[in-house]
Structure formats: C-alpha cells, structure tokens
C-alpha cells in the first residue's frame, strides 16, 4: 500500500489526555496521498482533519499523544518512518520535504518582521548552501575575488560548524547574501500572483489584505520546493472572489512545483473545484476514499450522503443530518456514526467497521460493504 | 405589498484622526448612499464581499450607529415619504420639511422615541460566543430586553423568557446556565430568543450561520424560516454565503465598497445577474460538482480601500465592460426589467 | 408560585455559580502557595478577632491606645528584653509590644482594607465614566490622573498627611446647592427623566435659600489615622483607574454590549451589569497585592512619624519608637525584640497577601480563558 505513495498513514490514533478526561481524537486513520496528487480531506468541526495533518509533521500539541499507527514518506526512494526518526531529522523533514499553511495567514506571520525577512528565514535554513554559492559567484563576477565577504561564505560552505567561522559571520555584514536572497523572495511573490513584488516584500504583515498574505504564505511553503503541501483550510476566511483566486494559483502552482497537496476544508464546492481525491472524515474515522468524480456521483458512505443533500438547494428545505456529533471523549461503540445513521443495522452498533477497498481505488468503512472481517 | 423599511441615500463614514491635533484626515465610506425599501414579511437577503459595507448598513438602519446622511423610515405610510421625497427635492429648508423628518425620519431619532423604537426592531449577531455575556446567566440574557425597556419583569418576565425559549427549541431546564456551558448552535439560539422576546416586526440577521458548525446551519436556517412564519417577521438576512442566501431569500440586494450594485428577487438575480460584479460573484462561488468545474478566476485583482473608493463607478478599475463614462460619473440604481436594478453604465446602455 | 417551589427555584438558580465557585477553590487546593497565603491571612484575621481575649485591655483605656506599664518606668530608661509579663518585650515608653502586635493587626486591617476600598471606589468611578464616554472627558479624567501618578508616591502622601487640616468645614448646604445646580442644568440639557426634574428645582431652591440665610456646616473632625488613610487613598486611587479604563476599553467594543444597547439599556445599566462584572478581575488581583504594600507604606509613615499618634498601637508606631534605641550594632542586637517583632508581622502580613494575590492571579486567568 505504501509503494505508489508518497505519504501513507495507517491506522493512526491520537488521544488528548485532557482534565474532562481523554479525547479519542483519532481512531485508526488511514490515509494516502500520491506524488502530484491533490488529496482533499472533508469533515465537520471537529473531526479531526487538523489532527491528522499535524500528526504528519510530528506537531501535536501537549496533552496529545500519538499512540499507534504508522507514519511513511517515500523520499529520495527511501521509505521513512516518521515516527521513529528523530528530532533533528524531522525538523529536516518540516518546510523542506513537507510544508503547511494555514487558515489565518496573518496568525501565522510574525507581526514584527517584514515578509521579506520571514521567507528569507525559510530559504536560509534549507537552502543555505545554494545561496552561499550563488553570493560567491556574484562577488566574483563584481571583481571582488578575494574580500574578507566572499572568505566568509567560502568559509561557511566548507567548514560551517567551526567556531572561526562564527566568530568571522558574526561580523561579517553579509550584504550580497541578503541581496541573493531578496532577489529569489520577489521571485517567489511574483510567482504566487503578487502585484508589485518589490513592494510588497518590504511590507509587514498587517499591511497585507487576507489574500495578498495567504499568498505570501503559499509562497514561504513552497520556497523550498516541498513534495507535499498540507493546506488546513487556507481560504475559509477569505472572500469568495478572492477564494477562487487562491484556488486558481493553486492549480497553477501544482503544475510548476508538481508537490502533493493535502487540502483540508469543510467545504465540498472547494473540494469539487480543486481535488483529484477526496477523503471523507467523520469523528475521528476516514470513513470514505474515492476519486473526486465518483464521490460525487456515487458515494458510498451513508455519512457521505448525508453530506451531499445537506447541500443548500434553492426552493427545497435545508437538510440537515439529524443529531449532533458524538463527544469523543466516550465515543459510542462500533461505528461511531450508527446513531445518526439510517441504514443502521445490529452490527454497527459493536463491531467497528473495516476500511476497505469496495471498488477500484474506493475504500469505505462501513457494514454496508462488508466492513467486519 | 408595503414596505416596512425604506432608506434612501443612507451614509455612513467612519473618520480616520490622525496628525498632532488629531484631526479628521480621512474617512472610512463604510456606507455611501445606499436607497432600497424592505418589503412586510419579505426575507431581504444582503451580500458582499469584506468590507463592503453590509454590517454598517444592518446597524445603521437599526440606529445601532448614527447616519451622516439620508433618510431612514420604519413603517411609514407611502403618503407621507413621497412628500419627504418632494419636499427635499424642492423645498429643503422648510419647516414642514423638518417637522416631517422629526417626527418620522428614525435616522433624526434619540433618547426615548429611539428606546421605544428598540422593542420593534432587533438584530443577531455573527458569533454567539462575544454577542453573549459571558457572566450572565441565560434567563437574565433572555429577559434583558423586557427588564430595560420596562415591559415586564419578575415573574411575568420568566413567563415569557420560557415561551420564547421553547419556540427556539430549549427549554425550561436551561434558563440557569452560562453561555460557555452551550455548545455553538444553541447559543445561536438563546441570541435568537433574546432578539425576538420582545416581539419585534423586523430583525436584522448578521451572519447568523457563519461562526457556527457546518451541520448545525440547516437547522438554524430551518428555525429562522419557522419563526418567520409563527411570528410575522421580516428579515434582513445579511451573509457573503450566497448559496444560503440564494435558499433563504426572497429579495437580494449586492453591495459593492458602500453602494448597491444590483438590487432584484432571488432567481432572477441567480439565474441572470447583469452587472459585471454580481457576475463575477456568482460565478466565483464554487460549486460541488466536479464536473463543472471552472478553468479561470472570474475576477481578478483586490478590493480597494473603503477610505479613497475609485472615482466614478467604483468597481470600474476591475470591470471588464469599463467605459470612459465610468471613470467619471457614479452611476445610479435603474430598473432594467421588472423589478430588477443594476447600477451600470454598460448595462444601462443596451 | 408556592414558597417550597420558589426555593427550589433559587437553589437552581445559583447552581452554575456553585459550580464555578468549587472549580475555583480546586485550583485553590491544588496550589500549595495559595494556601500558604491563605493561611497566614486567616491567622491574622483570627488574632485580629480575639485581640480582647489575647491581649485584654485595661478598662477605661481606649484599647488602640498603647498604656505604658508604670511599674517598669522607674527601673529602667530603654528598652526591656521579653519576660514572662512582657512576652515581647517593651519598647523605651514601657509600651507592651506584645499588646501592640496584637492590636496592630486590628488596625493593619483597617487600614489596609479601608484605603484600599475609598481608592477602589474613586479610582473604578473615573476610569469607567473616562473609558465609556471617552473623547474630551476621558482626556481630561486621564491627564488629571497622569499628574497624580507623575508625583512620587510616599511623598504626596506625607505632603498630605500634613497638608490635611485636622477639622475640616464642611458647607453642606453649598454641597447640596452646587450638586442640586449640576444636575437640573443636566435634566434640563438632556431631558432623560422627565420626573426627576422638579423635585430637583424644589431641593434647589430650598438649599440657596438655606445658603443665604443660615448656612449648616459641620465641622469633621480627622484623626491622624484618618488623615493618613485618606491620603493613601488619594496616592492609591489613580492606579486602579489606568487599569480599569483599560479594562472598560477593551469591554465596551465587544459585541454583548452593543447587543446590550440594541435591546435597550441604558448606560448605567450597560456600565453596572455587563461592564463591570467583566473587568474586575485583573482589579481583583492587584487589590490583593495592594492591602499588603499599603500596610507596608502605613509603617512607613509612621516610622517617620507623620503617622497615627504616638500611643497608637501600630506595628510602624512600635518600629518608629525603636529608632534611637538601635543606633549601634551593639544596641541593634540588645533591643533586637523593638523592631524585629513588629517588623516580622509586617512581613507576614505583606508576605500572606501577595501569596494570595499571586494565586488568584493564577487561577483566575484560566477561568477567564475557560469562558
């Protein structure tokens, strides 16, 4: 299951040890994203497509756990196990091989440092050598060939780790380095669609409209070219003029940068716009997998359904799934959707259903389909 | 049908201070000229973009906020506005002129007719987390309207706290409970009942559904319809979820940077919106269908800033149909066919 | 309704503040220096209730008032070391120290409660009006305050300690004149209460005729103590108005308050009980803090001797006694019992309120965050 993908999840479970008592956060997800492929990931509030994508980079937060599953990322044509690596190879991992933006870019943005010096942050850390390179060419073609500068980054290239060479960054004013660095971050604004580049990198975060800093903020992840990109979502709280925008880049930028995305959003007209796959979450479970056109046209998952005629339709009635989402913290037995559910039957309400492929490249957890073993 | 609220060229600016002295540099144009009429028992639907003024307009109307200009008339006969309209058009400084303005123009409104005016017109708001006190209990939230304006209190005033937190779908058991104990639909609810105890005729719904659960929306939505009908009210359904207005609306105004673009009934102004913006709008929503997907953004570019709008039409920077006309001049609201306004130059010229 | 109904009805009601009330005290228990604090406060507060039974007073005295023990004048002029009559000791005047502890803490608590409460009340009245109404009145209210902060603390309060006239005339007919004069000009610029209007003009009327012809004063007469206590209220107050207008702001924008007007309520209703409730917490706290530093400032005071009067049975008063009795290192050690003693129940006391004004600080701002 694992070869043709990128980043494979299998039956992952997160618990929050919390004063009300523990949070099943997530009971067994099972997820699979290939390489260039647009995986939307769909749910209510709560059911825990965020939890998901912060178990991926190793970022859940105290009083979470992640207990069992497992966790790969096929890079390089190695398979890593995410969650045995340690601490420094993750943080290898974060921004480099996998980015993620989030839903108020301006919470995310520091509010003291210009965009500039925040995506020039980005790039320094993963591609230091590169820029190194690049200012000690610069200097070399302005004639300057042997300045205490350019011995600096000659320096840091071949010994980086030596105190002589810090002690000599320390005062070393780095001034072509920077300008390296500028010139690839207003590339980089204007690639996301920036009116203005130049301007607008000197600019501080609550200077910038939702959109122009969701923008910054895609251009930041994909600084260093990310083979995947988690996107929780990014366009909720923006207009929906600007939204379709955003959407667009998105597409856009798939075709250039050919990463993964993972596109998590409650919305399904996001998801019939973007997605080639979509993943359906329900309180903790992915209860359906499918190709975007088939979800739409034959889901399977009576949740999914459901899902599917709550979509406001003028001149009808507002459907809504009756009942409220159970509290995770005892979450019912078996399927946790079998109260809400109108084709319940017996078993669901004790066996846990099964995610299982029922059609080509279809997978669904549920006892309709045969989901008990 | 008569028209429970008209307004007519309504303005409402927020100053900018700035400088040493703190004067008035600039002015935000939240709402710049705004006519339109509500009809009795209509549900009127409001949409735009951030920033486009429709909160300012709900509040204003409500005298929330104090207009700088216009007009606002709350169930006034047709007689008596025609001859406001008249009048001001001839004859601004008369003194019937101001007589009629005082006694009727709830935009000239304060201290005690504006309280009365409270117990007819009512709003709820976005987020039911801030719009609530959190220290309060939820029987003295409900009761509030009854005990400050003096319709009831005490007893009588449980009585109906109970009635109308049944009609919203609580009960009796959750009168003595902080808001923080509810989840986000249900304190949705207890604003509804704190907005309608005193029986107003017309509320002003900001967003009621967007800080709240995707799967508790239908039913909000479903209770908002229910009420509407149980207690003869008329709405002003204000939203940037056009498939919700598009289901709840009867009538749908769209802004755009302070003024109304398009003003027309719901299907008509979805099946066949005529200006360039509500075009636009429309197609940027996205629909879940895979199948239609679409391949490029209807509109391009950014919204500009409220506080120096473009000159002449303000959407005309964008627009795709942009004449020289609409570089200089603001167009107005015209009826193109029946019952359908668009304010635009190119459309106008056909 | 019936009267067993109506009670069950009000124990209902107060059901979800019990259950806030009991989370509270949990966080309480959990944090061992807050009953540490808590602690050290209740002792005090049970020694300042059996003062009489602990340290009984001579009939006919003023029990504050410290009596000198005769039998010892005639011995010696210092200072005499802790015996069995004199458990602390006595200071040079022969003034029981132990009696003055304990009488001390009685007033440690008048005072520190007292200031704390006029500085709370003057202090919470300006910052809200100024933070409310803002504009011109929240100009004029701040810049008033900035010059009382601007001037050093303990020196505006020994200026005004002396500054106060120790009888004070108080015109009230020209109180009720101005007050009467204010609020009809307000009634009649604003017109809110019609019906206060004129019962005002007869009060009015009736005030300036009493002015012109035979003017009430009375005259109040201020102890030392209740000059210091008004002055370190006066010091005090401009403190608890910069924190509560910032508090006010930040409360006034939210959206309850405008749901508040929406529905109808007045200002002052608005004011009384949606505003205040919601920022008097961070109040809470620093009022904590503040009896404790107050106490510490009233011992101040006194130990320069612009405090209460010499025979005042006050742990400064006791302290200030002692200065020329500790003049050498040798002395300090010898009357070691004049200062220390007093000196440690000043500690305790300052030290059981920051404890606990530190806990609170703890465990009231995730209560605030859990809403």
Known sequence: MTEDSLVAVKNLVVKFYTYAGVVEALDGVNLKIRPGEILGLVGETGCGKSVTSFS???????????????IYLNVGGKTLDIRSLPKDAIRQIRGKDIAMIFQEPRAYLNPVYTVETQIGEALLT???????????????????????????????????????????????????????????????LRSVEIADPERVAKMYPFELSGGMAQRAVIAMALSCQPLMLIADEPTTNLDVTVQAQILNLVRELRKTFKSSILYITHDLGVIAELCD?????????????????????????????????????????????????????????????????QYEMDVCRKIKPEFIEVKKDHFVACHLYGGSK | MSSIITIRNLKKHYPIFGGVFKRRVASVKAVDGVSLNIFKGETFGLVGESGCGKTTLGKTILRLLKPDAGNIFFDVPESIINEVIELERTNPKSKRLKLLRSQYDIATFSGERLLRLR???????????????????????????????????GEEARKLVVDILKKVGLGEQHLYRFPHEFSGGQRQRIAIARALVCRPEFVVLDEPTSSVDVSVRAQLLNLFKDLQKELNLTYMFISHDL???????????????????????TYKIFKNPMHPYSQALIASVPIPDPKKRKERAPLTGEVPSPVNPPAGCRFHPRCPLVMDVCRKEEPQLFEVEKDHYVACFAVAKR | MDLSAKWKELKVSWQPRIKEWKFMLKRIRESPLALIGIAIIIGFVIIACLAPVLAPPQAGWDPFMLRPDKDLAILTPDPTPPTTRHIFGTTAEKFDIYYGCIWGTINAFRVGLIVVAIALVIGVVLGTVAAYYGGLIDEILMRFTDIIIALPGLVLAMALVIAFPTTIPLNITLIILVVSAVLSIYFAAFKPQRKYLLPNQIILLISLFLYLTNPIVIGLNMSKLDKVLISLAIVGWPGYARLIRGEVLRVKNED?????????????????????PNTVYPLLIVVTLDIGSIVLTAAALSFLGIGADPNFADW???????????????????HYYTFLIPGIFISLFVLGWNLLGDALRDILDPMIRRR
């Open chain 2, 119 to 153: 117990r007819r017109m009512q709003i709820v708001y976005q987020d039911p987390t801030t719009s609530l006190d959190p220290r309060m209990l939820v029987k003295d939230i409900v009761a509030e309207p009854l005990v400050a304006q003096g319709i009831a209190k």
């Open chain 1, 277 to 341: 796959r979509v993943a359906v979450m329900y309180a903790g479970n992915v209860v359906e997998s499918a190709d975007v056109y088939e979800l739409f046209e034959a889901p399977l998952h009576p949740y999914t359904k459901a899902l599917l005629e709550s979509i406001p339709k003028p001149g009808e009635e507002f459907k809504s799934i009756p009942g409220t989402v159970p509290s995770l913290i005892n979450p019912p037995k078996g399927c946790r959707f079998h109260d809400r559910c």
């Open chain 1, 56 to 70: 991926i980079l190793q970022l859940v937060p105290p009083p979470g756990r992640i207990e069992e599953g497992e």
């Open chain 3, 316 to 334: 400064g008063n006791i302290i200030s006694m002692s200065r020329t009795w500790i003049s050498s290192p040798e002395l300090l050690v010898r």
């Open chain 2, 243 to 265: 498939s919700i207005v598009e289901c709840i609306s009867d009538r749908v105004a769209i802004m755009y940077l302070g003024k109304i673009n398009e003003l027309a009934p």
């Open chain 1, 126 to 188: 993963h591609r230091k050598n590169e820029f190194l390179q690049k200012a000690i060419e610069a200097l070399e073609k302005a004639g300057k060939k042997s300045s205490f500068e350019k011995r600096v980054y000659e320096r840091m290239l071949k010994k980086p780790k030596s105190l002589v060479t810090k002690i000599m960054a320390k005062f070393c004013r780095k001034k072509t380095l920077m300008k390296e660095v500028h010139k690839e971050v207003v590339e980089l």
């Open chain 3, 256 to 276: 309850y308050v405008e749901a508040a007007k929406a529905s109808g309520c007045s200002d002052l209703r608005i004011i009384i009980k949606h505003i205040l």
